[in-house]
């Protein structure tokens, strides 16, 4: 087998796991969402409580175990009004139109909580009902 060969089938496996690194590096860059200043937009949270559906049409909103409400937004939510359950997501305000539109009843529907927007990614049931 000519040297050259031999350099190649010894170089093949380097070249493909620095590949591989840069691959899974951009990866975790792509993960955490940022403004168009650079800045993370918002934390990943997991928060257990009851979910409500809130006086805007497609508001939802739950109380967490934690003292906070959390303004909900994302698919799923209808199937799961007044269950116990687990979402995750991430901090990040609402679009300006939703914001408008639910404004005026969250502070209300916050009853002096500090209110926390949260874009739900994830839903499981705990319980068909809040107790």
């Given at each position: 087998m000519s040297h050259l060969k031999k350099l190649a089938?010894?170089?093949?496996?380097?070249?493909?796991?620095a590949m591989f690194a840069l691959a899974l590096n951009a990866q975790d860059n792509t993960m955490a969402k940022q403004?168009?200043?650079g800045n993370n937009m918002g934390n990943h949270v997991?928060?257990?409580g009851c979910l409500k559906q809130g006086s805007d049409n497609g508001g939802y909103y739950l109380m967490g175990d934690d003292g906070k409400m959390y303004e909900l937004w994302g698919n799923g939510l209808s199937a799961h009004v007044n269950h116990k359950v687990t979402v995750t997501g991430m901090e990040e305000k609402?679009?300006?139109?939703?914001?408008?539109?639910?404004?005026?009843?969250?502070?209300?529907?916050?009853?002096g909580a500090t209110t926390v927007d949260l874009?739900?990614?994830?839903?499981?049931?705990?319980?068909e009902s809040c107790q």
């Open positions: 089938l010894c170089l093949a496996p380097a070249v493909f796991m403004d168009n200043m997991t928060v257990t609402m679009p300006s139109s939703m914001e408008s539109k639910r404004e005026s009843t969250e502070k209300q529907e916050a009853n874009k739900v990614h994830h839903i499981k049931m705990i319980s």
